[in-house]
């Protein structure tokens, strides 16, 4: 029987970063290519055929639209390719979570879509990205990782693509899932998943064009006045996630204000900014217009907020019914 056939897709990050000395901190992000990161990856003998494909070789922190529709077309070619069994994407940490979360959103789920980084770069003592990306090869290659949606593989741990978040900024174990943990466990010779597939056969649940909505995130702290709504609002402002303290709240005089937005018809989502919990509606939430963003992140929040916004749903019962799905 013949070894799968995965599509590498290279965006960068840490995983394919430098810092010319196994024990400097600072390092740059994306200096190797995907050619001699595949050639790394031919010593680890693993059981699958790979190509490779540079589409952006940066930190993720400068991850946006562009490089997401670039991404968003290879997957969907990989989709109906009958010589691709999987796809993986090398992507830095920073803002993995969101490109995860937008591809789940915009993709079937026929095939494995697996996401990986690392933590160190590649020429650190203990550098992880290798046995990640084994991982993440060995996730991919299991038919049982169709189904799924999109993953994020790290540290000897799979995320489905609406749990998972950053959760601490040094250390391998960076990564956390909420409200899962994690969906399976899996080293380079064994994958151990947890439950059967939920998503057997969906199609992708939202278009994706290069050009997205402007959502902001209103990030809440004490002392804060309502001018700030205002110095977020532009002409072209289509929504705007509260990232909130304790269960998506606010001052009053912030609230206020965000409730004049909503009447105005720009949907207002009530988000935390604790990395665990969820934000349910609240009583004056009908009143006020507001959406409880439920389990997801300000920036997952607002990834939503963009698809729905952009297929034309904007009204606040429909939008909460998508952030109420699993």
Same mark, same amino acid.
């Given at each position: 029987?013949?070894?799968?056939?995965?599509?590498?897709?290279?965006?960068? &990050?840490?995983?394919?970063?430098?810092?010319?000395?196994?024990?400097?901190?600072?390092? =740059?992000?994306? #200096?190797?290519? /995907?050619?001699? *990161?595949?050639? #790394?990856?031919?010593?680890?003998?693993?059981? %699958?055929?790979?190509?490779?494909? #540079?589409?952006?070789?940066?930190?993720?922190?400068?991850?946006?639209?562009? /490089?997401?529709?670039?991404?968003?077309?290879?997957?969907?070619?990989?989709?109906?390719d009958p010589d691709c069994d999987?796809? /993986?994407?090398?992507?830095?940490?920073?803002?993995?979570?969101?490109?995860? *979360?937008?591809?789940? =959103?915009?993709?079937?789920?026929?095939?494995?879509? $697996?996401?990986?980084? %690392?933590?160190?770069?590649?020429?650190?003592?203990?550098? +992880?990205?290798?046995?990640? *990306?084994?991982?993440?090869?060995?996730?991919?290659?299991?038919?049982?990782?169709?189904?799924?949606?999109?993953?994020?593989?790290?540290?000897? @741990?799979?995320?489905?693509?609406?749990?998972?978040?950053?959760?601490?900024? @040094?250390?391998?174990?960076?990564? #956390?899932?909420?409200?899962? +943990?994690?969906?399976?466990?899996?080293?380079?010779?064994? =994958?151990?998943?947890?439950?059967?597939?939920?998503?057997?056969?969906?199609?992708?649940?939202?278009?994706?064009?290069?050009?997205?909505? +402007?959502?902001?995130?209103?990030? /809440?702290?004490a002392g804060m006045t309502p +001018?700030y709504v205002a110095r977020l609002?532009?002409?072209?402002?289509? &929504?705007?996630?509260?990232?909130? $303290?304790?269960?998506?709240?606010?001052?009053?005089?912030?609230? %206020?204000?965000?409730?004049?937005?909503?009447?105005?018809?720009?949907?207002?989502?009530?988000?935390?900014?604790?990395?665990?919990?969820?934000?349910?509606?609240?009583?004056?939430?009908?009143?006020?217009?507001?959406?409880?963003?439920?389990?997801?992140?300000?920036?997952?929040?607002?990834?939503? =907020?963009?698809?729905?916004?952009?297929?034309?749903?904007?009204?606040?019962?429909?939008?909460?019914?998508? *952030?109420?799905?699993?």
């Amino acid at each position: 029987m013949s070894a799968p056939k995965l599509l590498i897709l290279a965006t960068g &990050g840490t995983i394919a970063g430098m810092a010319g000395s196994a024990t400097r901190h600072e390092y =740059l992000p994306g #200096q190797i290519g /995907i050619a001699e *990161f595949l050639g #790394q990856a031919e010593t680890l003998a693993l059981n %699958a055929q790979m190509t490779g494909k #540079q589409i952006a070789n940066i930190g993720s922190e400068d991850m946006g639209p562009v /490089i997401w529709a670039k991404l968003h077309r290879e997957c969907m070619a990989a989709m109906t390719d009958p010589d691709c069994d999987g796809v /993986i994407i090398t992507h830095g940490t920073d803002t993995a979570e969101e490109t995860a *979360f937008l591809l789940d =959103l915009t993709l079937p789920t026929s095939k494995p879509v $697996v996401i990986v980084g %690392a933590m160190r770069p590649a020429d650190a003592v203990g550098y +992880d990205g290798l046995r990640n *990306f084994a991982n993440a090869v060995r996730v991919a290659c299991d038919p049982a990782a169709a189904g799924r949606g999109v993953l994020l593989v790290m540290s000897d @741990r799979v995320h489905a693509a609406r749990d998972v978040r950053k959760a601490r900024t @040094r250390g391998t174990e960076a990564f #956390q899932g909420f409200p899962r +943990d994690s969906v399976g466990l899996v080293t380079p010779s064994a =994958l151990e998943w947890f439950g059967a597939p939920w998503r057997s056969d969906e199609a992708a649940r939202y278009a994706l064009t290069e050009t997205l909505p +402007d959502v902001p995130i209103l990030f /809440i702290h004490a002392g804060m006045t309502p +001018d700030y709504v205002a110095r977020l609002l532009a002409p072209k402002t289509a &929504g705007m996630v509260v990232c909130g $303290v304790g269960e998506g709240n606010m001052p009053n005089p912030v609230r %206020a204000e965000l409730v004049k937005l909503a009447a105005s018809g720009i949907p207002i989502v009530r988000a935390s900014r604790l990395d665990e919990g969820l934000v349910d509606r609240e009583p004056e939430d009908d009143a006020n217009g507001f959406i409880a963003a439920r389990a997801l992140t300000p920036p997952k929040a607002r990834v939503l =907020l963009q698809m729905l916004v952009a297929s034309g749903v904007t009204d606040p019962a429909s939008i909460q019914s998508a *952030f109420d799905g699993r």
